[in-house]
């Protein structure tokens, strides 16, 4: 699975979606839990001024779509509404990324737990 960051150096969280130059992309192994650096995504970020331009709007959530979750300091709530269309979790909070990993990694590992006890 993929997992995006909204980060300007790739170690912490800092962005609001709309704002982001770039993001960060880790790859989550769903069987080993490990997990890698895949690449940094150049973005350019649809809100600026208080404006909003809608085509590079609809080109950050083109960037983002084939990644599973998104950790933003903050992000619009239409603009969580359509990521979430496009089946990406969106979640808020700041942070080193290798921190919020673990946590995520932990809450994969839990719900995996969950889902295999109650099939018994």
Same mark, same amino acid.
């Given at each position: 699975?993929?997992?995006?960051?909204? !980060?300007?150096?790739?170690?912490?969280?800092?962005?609001?979606? +709309?704002?982001?130059? #770039?993001?960060?992309i880790v %790859?989550?192994? %769903? @069987? !080993?839990?490990?997990?890698?650096?895949? @690449?940094?995504?150049?973005?350019?970020?649809? #809100?600026?001024? +208080? %404006?909003?331009?809608?085509?590079?709007?609809?080109? $950050?959530? $083109?960037?983002? !779509?084939? #990644?599973?979750?998104?950790?933003? *300091?903050?992000? +619009?709530?239409?603009?969580?509404?359509?990521?979430?269309?496009?089946? *990406?979790? *969106?979640?808020?909070m700041t942070?080193?990324? @290798?921190?919020?990993?673990? +946590?995520?990694? $932990?809450?994969l590992k839990?719900?995996? @737990?969950?889902?295999?006890?109650?099939?018994?």
């Amino acid at each position: 699975m993929l997992a995006a960051f909204a !980060s300007k150096d790739g170690k912490f969280v800092s962005q609001h979606f +709309g704002h982001s130059p #770039c993001f960060y992309i880790v %790859e989550i192994n %769903e @069987e !080993s839990y490990a997990w890698t650096f895949a @690449e940094r995504r150049e973005n350019s970020p649809p #809100c600026r001024f +208080g %404006e909003h331009d809608d085509q590079t709007f609809a080109d $950050s959530i $083109s960037l983002l !779509s084939d #990644c599973q979750v998104l950790f933003v *300091v903050k992000v +619009g709530s239409y603009a969580k509404a359509v990521l979430q269309r496009h089946n *990406v979790q *969106v979640l808020e909070m700041t942070g080193f990324i @290798e921190d919020i990993l673990a +946590g995520y990694i $932990s809450y994969l590992k839990k719900q995996k @737990e969950r889902r295999a006890h109650h099939k018994h």
